[in-house]
């Protein structure tokens, strides 16, 4: 299977997905709900009690739910502001980053033992370079090639069966890596969650970007896109 037929089966399953899961929500919901702030903010609430009233069942709920999606080859962003907006930054990052790392864990176990040859096929040339940095010191290195990204979440979670990672090395470097975008993005979804449940009325953009729960995570998010340029020159120095 060639890398444009393998881009069309995933763009296919993706577009599945989304369409069950947008078929459920408008059948239950109508458009004009979505644009309400109202409908928003109560159905936040319900789900902020719910978790309170049911946390153990919430967080394994997140964890099945993150562990699928990552498989499934999906992305880390989404799963962050959700997990904030629900369990806060602490618990949130925490629920978040355990089970991106564990469904990373058993993604890369999968494509070490099914996929190599197809994922030699299609990323060898273009990331051979890796090979002997990732040699050098396997743990360091998948700390900064999980801070930097160079690539979407969901290859960067398959990429390394190229090199043969230990997978102790992969779950510790992934588990380190992801947890500073991670926090910062839970951060954000709990400082929405924030401002949702005590505005009773819509805030304008710059009401909401001049509080202290969504300007941080901002900042922070600034400040480790800097970072990542840093990492990113130092890993393709050569």
């Known amino acids: 299977m060639d890398q444009k037929n393998i881009k069309l089966a995933l763009g296919l399953v993706y ?17 004009e709900d979505f644009t309400s702030y109202k409908f928003i903010q109560s159905n936040s609430e319900k789900l902020i009690s719910f978790k309170e009233q049911n946390i153990f069942f919430t967080s394994f709920l997140l964890i099945i739910f993150s562990v699928l999606w990552v498989i499934f080859l999906g992305f880390g962003t989404p799963i962050a502001l959700a997990g ?50 990732f040699k050098k010191q396997e743990l360091a290195i998948m700390i900064i090639f999980r801070i930097v990204g160079i690539v979407p979440f969901a290859i960067q979670n398959i990429l390394p069966a190229l090199f043969n990672i230990k997978l102790r090395n992969y779950f510790f ?53 800097i970072t990542t340029f840093f990492f990113k020159s130092k890993l393709n120095k050569n």
């Open 15 to 31: 577009l599945v997905i989304i369409f069950f899961i947008l078929y459920i929500i408008l059948s239950k919901f109508n458009y």
């Open 84 to 133: 904030g907006f629900i369990f806060g930054k602490w618990l949130g990052t925490f629920l978040v980053v355990f089970s991106l790392t564990f469904g990373s864990s058993i993604l890369y176990i999968i494509s070490l033992f099914f996929f190599k040859n197809l994922i030699n096929e299609i990323f060898s040339k273009k990331f051979s370079y890796l090979e002997k940095k």
């Open 173 to 225: 470097g992934t588990l380190i890596g992801i947890t500073p975008s991670i926090f910062i993005m839970t951060s954000l979804g709990s400082g929405l969650e924030n401002v949702i449940s005590t505005n009773n009325e819509i805030p304008t953009v710059m009401d909401a970007i001049t509080k202290r729960e969504i300007y941080l995570p901002i900042i922070g998010f600034a400040a480790l896109v």
